[in-house]
């Protein structure tokens, strides 16, 4: 879901993509512990963070920021990343929703979901 | 990096000179500072080393250049310094013997000479103050200082000097004469030389000194030195060396610890400890030497006036009274810079970081200052004018300032520093060049951005290689971290900016988190890619008319820009970075990269190797279903194809393309839907051959068609109708106009069945769901594709439809049938264009099979198609055909067990459970079961007894006729076994083939049926037999002629017939038939038979057990008396089961015959017979007599001797005891007179005969024979019934 201008999308299903060497590598990392599902950071590149999570049954977010030059703290990206879980749930739950089709998510609600947590303010994340 | 001016980025480390071991250019390693700059003294010893000629005389040569080469090897010459833990390290040069170092400028003198302010102060040639120095007036720091303290100005001198010794040549002062063998003079010239020596080193040692540099001398002794047997005068060497040394080192005036080293002669390896030690000990002097010049450097800045004074103008106080030449003398500012460099570069020759650290980023700041327009620090400076000559060099010491900042913190392992360094470098300049008008939309820009990140991608990656780590950030990150904060081990990122911030507890400052340098390398390229694009703008800009020139770079800077290859250099950058992505594992990074890399091709005309590339990685993203990414490969592909004219590429790229998964709109679909088609069929495309052929394969690439194939049925017999079904479906999106194929091709594993539909140009609206009938099809023969089945049918596809194609084909033999191809394709003039669905790799689905029901009304029109659903998931795209099973059942009836030669009759009873009539045909073969004896089976099986002609153990090609359906049919067949009481299998095999459809070709063959049974069958022997022969006495018969030379026997045969069967047996008949004899003389007749005596032997039934006598009297006639065994005949039994068996009703089975051997006559080899003749009927009181008949068989006579054993029964007459004699061939009769006392049986009197040779104990007993009796046995003798006497 792109929520600004800055990039093309393309860069963003590149990004995505790239990440997911990443969340193979943590997950290996994090073995068999039952861990949190929030990976961190887990690269930046140019002026862009990219932020991994995945779901216990391995669906895994990506959150890509446009870096401040400030601490982003760690609650925060975990709070957002929560939010989106409960929406991707909500989704999930809906006995329309075909969990193996491989085509991307095509619900409405779904989207506005998302694109409202895209602009929250950063207080807004903080407090779920 | 290489455009930097290497001392600006190299590490420094403290610089030792050596003199006395010639130069560096003796090893070749780098060019010696020096060079050139001193006179080489014509008898020096370097001088006299690098002549060839004396080369030989030099015996020290090696030692010096050894210890030269160990001293140099650990020159760094590297942007990464030996490291914190390295052992103390000098960079080496080495000097000529009489090198003068650079004189001092007045100014460097101790402070407390130098202030004079009235003096006039010289300045180092290189000042800014000195006209004719590259920084004046108003530069900053020019390269050459660096270099000079890096190369030429040395912190510790250190002079190799040799002891003089007589034998050595004499380079110093050759003018002296000199006689080894002078007595006395040896000694005193040792001293005057060591005096000259001494005076020379003290004086080297002052001037140093003076210099505030350290000096060590270090005494070369010579194996001439020390060796006595060399020199007898010598003994005393050891003392007087020492003498020696002492003197020189106290007239030269050195320490004897820190500054005199006495290095004995050695191997090589021994070498190199001194050569540490001597590091280690000067190397404190050496940063004691840099730690002063810091010293006095900082004393310097300390004097200089505030920049914020207001009097940037005027030079600094020490300078005032200068007058200046330059219009604008460097500024307070620009002093403060040099000075805060300078003491950077001596803290970080002295090895102490974190000052130098603190240097540069104070020399660093105030630079910055300078390009900004109006300066913070100096008020009301300007900047300095921009693409001036020292606007570009300040903006190069900046930079490499900004490096040497962030080298220095990964040296002390403070890797966000760095980074952040990095980003303050990057966003000042940002900022600086955005005002300045050079900023973002300038190539200059970008190249300088993109030159930056490279440079630190590349001291990164030298860190790492030097044994940096991107740090660990699980344990610098996160005091405050909790258990639920995970990191990985992942070198990515690194958190260890979080320490640096008490707030942040567990969070992050994304910018401040250090990376692999492959991140950087790939920022690098990126820009460079901009650049690249920037510079292109600018070139069209720059064709423009009446375009405004002064925003335009300078003409040269557009000329260097020119001459770059920016896509090579991208390419090169992307490249690194990649590999640095590789090395750590990160997959779909390499493959982003690679589509960069390979758009930065396409963006230089190089369509091949990028088409390459984007293949390549097309793969993985097709496989993970990034459609938006693959979508972006495949038009980047299309263009790369169509630049290249792969025409073939370019129409698989529009049909995958076509797939809606690409979230592309309708009317880019519709284009690329109408440039495929117009490829296809419109355009002339010069040099193509003649026919195109692109087999596409479907389940490769993102399709818009789906195809699924299911056969309706599990198995399938042989000969039956199969019906399977092909459904194509279309996407909801694509194909955005109707899409009408030319022909749809199915491909099966045996190619008889393949179909080829054509397109009907049928221009009906298509539905949603459509059922196209493509059963009778007809065979033809298409060019291309060899004899085919074909039907034309509607192939025209709209988006989001169903097709279903159903057909039929009919198995011809048994196995597999798959389809295995699918093909939708295109055939045009030029093209031939296949969309290939492979069906032979199992693909997985889980939905339930479906069948499309559809039927074609009477208007040939089709009804409203349903689905119904077949058992099973997933698709089924073979079917197994197998022999249709047979519906018929044979039953056989019978009574067993089968007697042996009997007609066994079996009744087989063939029920049709089919559903037509069928005619039917039988084979039946009987097997014994011992199989090496079937060949010699005389077994048979007959349909009818009655014929035995032409029989054998099997029946072909019986025709039972027709069944009707549900019906039966009986027939029975007849079996025969013989000899063997084994049981046999009848094996049966009916076959039959439906009344419509009888094959015209003969079983076996395409179209029967075939059904087999198999029975067992146990035989039995319907009888035993026994037989008994013994021979009549010769008296009996009369001879037929005396003179005759035949000879007639008689014998009486008995043989004895169990019934073993069952059941009961109808005996008709018993016959002996004699066999002929082998010998025509030989002959045999029956003289009489039991049978023949017995009328009435008509038809006996004999049950299981009974006994039956059949008694025979044969004649047999023989010339040959000596013929021994003879052949008597075969016994035979004509006979049938007494009832028939229950199968067989109302036919009549004959009688059959058991045949059995009689064994063969044997006749007794004896040389003397004796028969007795025992009258019939004795009675009580009524005397007879007992004839014996003794024949001699030889030609000589013979004694008998007889006596007689007299028992109760009889009385006889006659001698007890006697003896006869009987001829040669001839015969004798002895009688015994009987009379019976007793009635009943009775033994006889019992008569032993005796055969009496000439000699004691040549006795024979003669066997008695009587005819009618059994043999005698041991003390048995015949018994006979006597009859009572009648009155009693």
């Known amino acids: 879901m792109n929520l ?49 999570y995945v779901t216990n049954t391995k669906v895994k977010f990506v959150v890509v920021l446009s870096i401040p030059d400030a601490v982003i703290k760690n609650t925060d990206i975990k709070n957002l990343f929560k939010k989106i879980h409960n929406v991707y749930i909500n989704q999930v739950c809906n006995p329309f929703y075909n969990l193996d089709g491989k085509k991307s998510i095509v619900s409405k609600k779904f989207i506005e979901s998302i694109d409202a947590i895209g602009s929250m303010s950063s207080d807004e994340v903080v407090s779920p | 990096m290489d455009s930097y001016p290497p001392e600006f980025i190299l590490h420094h480390v403290p610089l030792m000179a050596v003199i006395g071991l010639g130069t560096a250019r003796d090893l070749a390693e780098q060019p010696t500072p020096t060079n050139g700059s001193v006179q080489n003294s014509p008898g020096s010893k370097a001088q006299s080393r690098r002549s060839s000629l004396s080369a030989a005389s030099i015996p020290r040569q090696p030692p010096s250049k050894a210890l030269l080469s160990l001293l140099t090897a650990k020159n760094q010459v590297g942007i990464w310094g030996p490291g914190r833990n390295a052992i103390a390290g000098f960079h080496v040069v080495a000097v000529e013997k009489n090198h003068q170092f650079p004189p001092r400028k007045p100014t460097m003198r101790p402070p407390a000479q130098t202030h004079h302010p009235n003096m006039p102060v010289a300045h180092s040639p290189i000042s800014p103050l000195t006209s004719g120095s590259p920084v004046h007036p108003d530069g900053l720091i020019p390269p050459i200082w660096v270099k000079k303290h890096r190369e030429v100005l040395p912190s510790v001198v250190v002079g190799f000097y040799e002891l003089w010794h007589h034998s050595s040549p004499e380079p110093i002062n050759e003018k002296e004469e000199i006689s080894p063998t002078q007595e006395g003079t040896i000694e005193s010239m040792d001293k005057e030389k060591d005096y000259i020596l001494a005076m020379e080193i003290n004086e080297r040692r002052k001037s ?32 007087a060396m020492d003498e020696r040394l002492a003197y020189i080192r106290r007239v030269s005036g050195l320490d004897a610890r820190h500054a005199f080293f006495v290095l004995p002669p050695s191997q090589h390896g021994d070498f190199q400890d001194f050569v540490t030690n001597l590091q280690k000990s000067l190397y404190e002097y050496g940063l004691n030497y840099y730690r002063e010049h810091g010293k006095r450097v900082k004393r310097k800045r300390s004097r200089l006036p505030s920049p914020s004074g207001g009097n940037y103008m005027r030079p600094p106080p020490p300078l005032s009274e200068k007058p200046s030449t330059s219009p604008q003398p460097l500024g307070v500012q620009g002093w403060m810079i040099r000075y805060d460099y300078k003491l950077a570069t001596f803290a970080e020759f002295r090895q102490d970081m974190e000052a ?10 105030l630079i910055i200052d300078l390009f900004a327009p109006q300066s913070s620090i100096t008020p009301g400076a300007t900047g300095l004018p921009i693409r001036s000559k020292r606007w570009i060099e300040a903006r190069m010491l900046a930079d490499t300032i900004s490096l040497k900042i962030c080298k220095l913190n990964l040296y002390i392992d403070s890797p966000s520093a760095a980074l952040s360094q990095l980003n303050k470098h990057v966003s000042t300049f940002k900022d600086i060049s955005n005002t300045l008008g050079i900023g973002e939309d300038t190539f200059e820009y970008w190249a300088w951005l993109s030159k930056q990140y490279r440079v630190f991608a590349d001291v990164l990656e030298i860190a790492i290689r030097s044994g940096f780590t991107i740090p660990d950030p699980e344990k610098i990150s996160h005091n405050t971290t909790t258990s639920d904060f995970r990191f990985s081990m992942s070198s990515m990122s690194s958190m260890s900016t979080i320490s640096n911030n008490p707030n942040t507890g567990s969070g992050i400052n994304p910018t401040m988190v250090l990376q692999h340098p492959g991140f950087y390398y790939y920022i690098a390229a990126k820009y460079n890619s901009l650049r690249r694009k920037k510079f292109l703008n600018l070139e069209k800009y720059m064709k423009k008319e009446g375009i405004d020139k002064s925003i335009l770079p300078p003409q040269d800077t557009l000329d260097a820009e020119q001459s770059i290859d920016h896509s090579t250099l991208t390419i090169e950058l992307y490249t690194k970075s990649y590999e640095q992505f590789k090395t750590q594992k990160t997959g779909r990074m390499t493959l982003y990269l690679a589509s960069e890399i390979a758009n930065t091709y396409l963006d230089a005309g190089k369509y091949e190797t990028a088409l390459k590339f984007f293949e390549r990685i097309a793969k993985t993203y097709r496989k993970e279903h990034w459609h938006t990414i693959l979508e972006s490969i495949l038009r980047w592909s299309l263009v790369c194809a169509k630049e290249l004219g792969t025409w073939e590429k370019v129409v698989e790229y529009l049909v995958e393309l076509l797939s809606d998964q690409f979230s592309i709109s309708n009317q880019q679909r519709i284009e690329i839907h109408s440039e495929l088609m117009d490829i296809l069929f419109k ?32 198995a399938t017999f042989i000969g039956a109708e199969t019906f399977f079904q092909i459904a194509f479906s279309t996407q909801a999106e694509s194909p955005p106009i109707p899409l009408r194929f030319t022909f749809l091709r199915l491909s099966f594993n045996d190619s008889y069945f393949n179909h080829f539909l054509r397109d009907n140009n049928n221009e009906k609206d298509s539905t949603k769901l459509e059922w196209i009938d493509c059963k009778n099809c007809l065979q033809e023969d298409i060019e291309g594709e060899g004899l085919i089945w074909v039907k034309d049918v509607d192939l025209n596809f709209n988006k989001g439809i169903t097709k279903v194609f159903e057909g039929s084909i009919e198995p011809k033999e048994s196995g597999d049938l798959q389809l295995q191809a699918v093909s939708l394709g295109f055939l045009t003039d030029r093209w031939k264009v296949e969309l290939h669905f492979n069906l032979k790799n199992t693909r997985e689905e889980h939905s339930k099979r479906k069948w499309l029901i559809g039927n074609n009304d009477s208007k040939d029109q089709v009804t409203k198609p349903t689905y119904t659903v077949l058992n099973g998931t997933g698709e089924r795209t073979s079917i197994k055909a197998t022999q249709k099973l047979a519906r018929l059942d044979i039953q056989a009836k019978h009574s067993a067990p089968a007697l042996l030669d009997e007609y066994y009759p079996i009744e087989l009873t063939v029920v049709n459970s089919e559903q037509d009539d069928v005619k039917t045909f039988l084979n039946a073969e009987i097997v014994t079961d011992v199989p090496s004896n079937s060949e010699n089976s005389e077994d048979f099986i007959t349909l009818d007894p009655t014929t035995t002609t032409n029989v054998s153990n099997n029946l072909r090609d019986i025709d039972i006729g027709i069944i009707p359906s549900g019906e039966s049919v009986v027939k029975i067949i007849y079996v025969l076994g013989k000899k063997s009481n084994l049981p046999r299998t009848l094996h049966l095999t009916v076959y039959y083939a439906s009344t419509n459809s009888v094959p015209s070709t003969p079983f076996p063959s395409r179209g029967w049926i075939e059904k087999k049974e198999d029975f067992r069958i146990h035989f039995i022997t319907p009888f035993n037999f026994s037989f008994n022969i013994s021979q009549q006495s010769e008296s009996i018969c009369k001879r037929k002629s005396e003179n005759s030379m035949e000879r007639v026997e008689r014998y009486f045969l008995v043989a004895k017939i169990t019934t073993t069967s069952p059941c009961e047996i109808l005996v008709t008949d018993i016959d002996l038939n004699l066999l002929g004899q082998a010998n025509a003389q030989t002959r045999m007749e029956i003289t009489t038979s039991s049978i023949e005596i017995d009328d009435d032997f008509q038809g006996q039934v004999w049950k299981q057990g009974n006994i039956y006598i059949v008694n025979y009297l044969l004649e047999l006639t023989l010339m040959d008396i000596k013929k021994l065994d003879i052949d008597i005949g075969l016994l035979v039994i004509q006979w049938k089961r007494n009832q028939q068996s229950s199968v067989v009703k109302d036919i009549k089975i004959p009688c059959t015959e058991s045949t059995v051997v009689v064994p063969q006559l044997i006749r007794k080899k004896a040389e003397i017979s004796a028969f007795i003749r025992i009258p019939p009927n004795p009675k009580v009181g009524q005397l007879f007599t007992l004839v014996y008949k003794i024949i001699n068989w030889t030609s000589s006579e013979k004694k008998i001797h007889v006596n007689i054993e007299v028992n109760d029964s009889f009385v006889f007459s006659g001698y007890k005891q006697t003896h006869f004699i009987v001829s040669g061939m001839g015969e004798h009769c002895f009688k015994v007179n009987c009379f019976p006392l007793i009635g009943g049986k009775m033994k006889l009197p019992k008569v032993n005969m005796e055969k009496r040779g000439e000699f004691e104990g040549d006795e024979e007993t003669i066997n008695i024979i009587a005819p009618g009796y059994k043999e005698v046995i041991e003390d048995d003798y015949f018994v006979i019934f006597v009859k009572p006497k009648v009155e009693i």
Do not use: W
């Not at chain 1, 969340?23 to 990219?50: F, K, N, Q």
């Not at chain 2, 130098?356 to 700041?365: F, G, K, T």
């Not at chain 2, 002339?684 to 068609?705: A, C, G, W």
């Open chain 2, 683 to 714: 355009m002339n495309i010069d040099n193509l051959p003649e026919l195109r052929q692109i087999v596409i394969d479907m389940d490769e690439i993102n399709s818009f068609l789906t195809c699924r194939v299911q056969f309706k049925d599990d």
């Open chain 1, 4 to 52: 600004t201008n800055s990039h093309p999308d393309l860069k963003f299903h590149y990004i995505a993509h790239t990440s997911c060497d990443f969340i193979d590598e943590r997950a290996i990392v994090s073995g068999s512990e039952p861990a949190d599902t929030y990976l961190g950071l887990l690269y930046t590149m140019e002026d862009l963070a990219v932020y991994g």
């Open chain 2, 356 to 365: 130098a650290i603190r240097y540069y980023d104070s020399a660093y700041n």
């Open chain 2, 208 to 239: 140093l000194l003076e210099r505030g540099i350290k000096f060590s001398a270090v005494m070369l002794l010579k194996t001439q030195n020390i060796d006595k047997t060399m020199d007898e005068r010598m003994f005393l060497k050891d003392q």
